[in-house]
């Protein structure tokens, strides 16, 4: 196995100068704490900008000895890459863009001159250190050209990226002058990954508006590749807080607060400077709670942290000024001898005062106007080991789709946010523990490790099926020869799929008992003592049994769970513990209450979620959702689940077609072998039968079997054509290994 290569626009390094001497240490940010866990263990390299600008020689051997004992790789970038890529480009256009405040973006060809150089550079720096095997991981905004720079230069890399801020609707994204390039640019990699289902669907909107992609469900095919695009809500290092629960200068920290602080309660805020998180709405907001509520004055302050970040940005140098006039003038206009309503800083602080703040505060106010994730809120919930406290969060923010158990308010309706600050600081203390605890069990389970785990497993997966398989039709020609193949053989197997197979498919499940037509197709072909006729399905057993009971065909139900031998009972073949069934069916009828039309079928090892009869798109948007938070529920369960044909199905990873068929062909002697089949869960049989035999897929030309029909009506007349004598027998076996045609698998 190779190497990981982590590349963001920053390494997670802190860089100190001493005497001209430089020392670097990993930084604790979210990021590296998560990435940590695989960046540190030697067998992953992380690359990208040091921080500072180094135009001698001698200093960058020196740096790149010292950072490369750190298994980092520094991308060295000048000041007016800097400028035009990083706080251009990324900062003046992505951002706002991406962030829904369009206006106030700067489209200038130079930014996104420079973002291609930049972005080269990386690839470059990238393509140095790569080596075949190894597994990327790219991360944010600032580099969504390097995919497609990697996928040109090494086809068969496999490459993850993740976006930690939003990505926009159609609407807004289709306001960039270079949406094609960068569209193309990030559909260079394998696995795409965004905080929330939303930013998600959005890029799937997006490219299939803007470069007529084909998406379905949570998969874009483009350039003949797979990708797959993803929800991983990022979580935090919450040990790391619990943690400094304990540290004793923390505990001194809280000494002096409480010091400070007698008889106020607190309302902290913590942002970096920057527009999108909503710091003038929130003081508005505080303003009105001490307009509208006098009796508060002298009882509560805001404690509010903006820590510096891109000031030299002409928009944040002016959103600065309006902050500091804006809290100005609320303590002139309510402060007393005794009390300042808003306490601000504009700095940063040592994480130990963050953890202090995040214990001793009463409400944590996280109302940004739009955010990715936010981790702040994460770490408030992580740090309250007492339970009590509130957080207000707003709706805005990714976080908001995990931590329901707070108060989310509208972060543009100042007066709902002012209400909110009275409904936290008066909560019961019971309410309190209640949502608190909530939310701190969901914190830990999800915490930074487990997004670790969850993206580069899901990543690691997509080495297999980069190539997309495709099928040949089969015609007139190659179903002669399948025919041929037949009479000649003496003992035949016929594995055969149920729904959208031999019958077609309907949206009422129950609907689609067999008909005349069908049963006579079979009955002749279990006539003949040569064959050995196995109808293979996901269906549950006893629809099954009461379908062909009385016909002397092998029946395998639950796609393996269930086997009835012809004339014989019916067995289970595997014994699983089915507790996760409790976990997940409550969620499931959570989502057939949703969507109207679908139902949750239920069987003995697995749990279906039908939306055949459900409307129009609603179907498959309520489909994405639910496998976005099934995936991430069974992350570390030996679970698998199906996307079949309006179904997406759990069951254990145990159990598959593939699996079925095996024990059948192993030890079966067989001279003539088809398996016929129409949806994911039938790959797995193709992908076994495949050396063997014939495969065939009903709908459509995307498959790992052979050969594809358009409907079951064709493979109906196979089936009843099977039989017929031939005349060009001869002719037809020559020609046939002379064209180009996939494998009909051995004849024995
Ligand atoms: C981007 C996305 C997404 C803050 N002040 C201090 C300090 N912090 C730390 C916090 C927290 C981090 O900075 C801020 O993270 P956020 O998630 O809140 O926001 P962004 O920086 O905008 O991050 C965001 C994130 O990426 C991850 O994907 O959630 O949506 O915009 O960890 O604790 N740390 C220290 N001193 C401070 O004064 N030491």
């Known amino acids: 196995m190779g190497k990981t290569i982590i590349i963001s626009n920053r390494l997670p390094v802190k860089i100190a100068v001493k005497d001209g001497n430089y020392t670097f240490q990993a930084s604790e940010g979210g990021l590296a704490t998560g990435l940590g866990s695989i960046y540190k263990n030697g067998n992953s390299v992380w690359l990208g900008w040091p921080g500072l600008f180094v135009?001698?020689?001698?200093?960058?051997?020196?740096?790149?000895?010292?950072?490369?004992?750190?298994?980092?790789?520094?991308?060295?970038?000048?000041?007016?890459?800097?400028?035009?890529?990083?706080?251009?480009?990324?900062?003046?256009?992505?951002?706002?863009?991406?962030?829904?405040?369009?206006?106030?973006a700067r489209y200038e060809n130079s930014y996104w001159e420079y973002y291609n150089v930049v972005n080269k550079k990386f690839c470059d720096a990238f393509l140095k250190i790569y080596q075949p095997g190894d597994v990327v991981w790219i991360h944010d905004y600032h580099l969504l050209l390097l995919p497609k720079m990697i996928r040109t230069a090494q086809p068969l890399a496999t490459i993850g990226f993740f976006q930690h801020i939003p990505f926009p609707s159609f609407e807004l994204f289709r306001l960039l002058p270079w949406r094609a390039e960068l569209l193309e640019g990030l559909l260079?990699?394998?696995?795409?990954?965004?905080?929330?289902?939303?930013?998600?669907?959005?890029?799937?909107?997006?490219?299939?508006?803007?470069?007529?992609?084909?998406?379905?469900?949570?998969?874009?095919?483009h350039d003949d590749r797979k990708i797959v695009v993803e929800s991983f809500p990022m979580g935090i290092d919450d040990k790391k807080f619990i943690g400094l629960t304990n540290?004793?200068?923390?505990?001194?920290?809280?000494?002096?607060?409480?010091?400070?602080?007698?008889?106020?309660?607190?309302?902290?805020?913590?942002?970096?400077?920057d527009y999108s998180k909503g710091i003038l709405q929130r003081l508005q907001a505080f303003d009105l709670l001490l307009e509208n509520r006098p009796d508060w004055r002298e009882k509560v302050s805001l404690y509010m942290i903006v820590v510096p970040s891109r000031d030299t940005v002409a928009m944040y140098k002016e959103l600065r000024n309006e902050i500091d006039k804006l809290v100005g003038n609320i303590n002139a206009r309510h402060r007393t001898n005794t009390w300042t309503p808003i306490n601000y800083f504009y700095r940063s602080y040592p994480i130990e005062m963050?953890?202090?703040?995040?214990?001793?505060?009463?409400?944590?106010?996280?109302?940004p106007m739009r955010d990715g994730m936010n981790l702040v809120c994460k770490e408030f919930v992580a740090s309250r080991v007492s339970h009590d406290g509130v957080l207000i969060l707003s709706e805005m923010?990714?976080?908001?789709?995990?931590?329901?158990?707070?108060?989310?308010?509208?972060?543009?309706?100042?007066?709902?946010?002012?209400?909110?600050?009275l409904a936290a600081l008066n909560m019961p203390a019971t309410e309190q523990q209640r949502r608190m605890k909530q939310m701190q069990e969901l914190v830990s389970?999800?915490?930074?490790?487990?997004?670790?785990?969850?993206?580069?497993?899901?990543?690691?997966?997509?080495?297999?099926?980069?190539?997309?398989?495709v099928s040949k039709y089969l015609n007139f020609f190659t179903g002669q020869y399948i025919r041929n193949r037949y009479v000649r053989a003496k003992k035949r197997l016929l594995l055969l799929d149920y729904d959208g197979t031999l019958v077609n498919f309907a949206t009422d499940i129950n609907a689609v008992s067999p008909d005349k037509e069908l049963l006579d197709i079979l009955q002749d072909l279990v006539n003949d003592e040569g064959n050995k006729v196995v109808i293979i399905s996901g269906r549950q057993h006893t629809?099954?049994?009461?379908?062909?009971?009385?016909?002397?065909?092998?029946?395998?139900?639950?796609?393996?769970?269930?086997?009835?031998?012809?004339?014989?009972?019916?067995?289970?073949?595997?014994?699983?513990?089915?507790?996760?069934?409790?976990?997940?069916?409550?969620?499931l009828k959570v989502y057939s209450d949703r969507a109207p039309g679908s139902f949750v079928e239920e069987k003995s090892h697995s749990l279906a979620w039908h939306y055949r009869g459900v409307e129009g798109g609603i179907g498959e948007f309520r489909a994405n959702e639910l496998m976005g938070n099934i995936r991430y529920l069974i992350a570390d369960q030996p679970l698998h689940m199906l996307q079949g044909n309006k179904v997406i199905e759990i069951k254990s990873s145990e159990i598959n077609k593939g699996k079925a068929a095996l024990a059948y062909i192993t030890g079966g002697h067989y001279n003539f072998i088809i398996a016929i089949g129409d949806d994911v869960t039938d790959e797995d049989m193709f992908k076994v039968v495949r050396p063997f035999g014939i495969t065939v897929k009903i709908g459509t030309n995307k498959s790992a079997a052979a050969f594809h029909f358009n409907n079951s009506k064709e493979a109906r007349a196979l089936l009843r054509n099977l039989p017929s004598k031939l005349l060009i027998t001869k002719i037809l076996d020559k020609l046939i290994h002379i064209l180009p045609y996939p494998s009909f698998g051995r004849e024995g």
């Open 354 to 367: 963050l953890s202090a703040l995040y214990q001793f505060a009463d409400v944590c106010l996280v109302t």
């Open 543 to 587: 629809t099954m049994e009461e379908w062909f009971g009385n016909m002397a065909v092998d029946m395998v139900a639950e796609h393996g769970v269930w086997l009835k031998k012809a004339g014989g009972n019916w067995e289970e073949t595997i014994q699983f513990n089915v507790d996760w069934k409790k976990q997940l069916l409550p969620i």
């Open 397 to 421: 923010a990714g976080a908001a789709k995990e931590l329901i158990d707070s108060i989310i308010v509208n972060p543009n309706n100042i007066v709902e946010i002012s209400h909110a600050m």
């Open 247 to 273: 540290d004793k200068e923390v505990l001194q920290h809280i000494e002096h607060l409480k010091n400070s602080f007698t008889n106020v309660r607190l309302i902290l805020t913590i942002d970096r400077l």
């Open 445 to 469: 389970k999800y915490n930074v490790h487990h997004w670790v785990e969850t993206f580069m497993h899901r990543l690691n997966e997509m080495e297999k099926p980069r190539q997309v398989e």
């Open 55 to 104: 135009d001698n020689e001698q200093q960058k051997k020196e740096i790149d000895k010292k950072l490369e004992a750190l298994n980092l790789h520094p991308v060295y970038l000048t000041n007016e890459e800097i400028n035009q890529y990083y706080e251009g480009f990324s900062n003046e256009i992505l951002w706002p863009v991406f962030h829904y405040m369009s206006t106030y």
């Open 188 to 221: 260079g990699a394998d696995l795409i990954g965004f905080h929330t289902y939303d930013d998600a669907r959005h890029f799937l909107g997006a490219s299939s508006h803007i470069l007529s992609v084909k998406s379905s469900l949570n998969t874009v095919l």
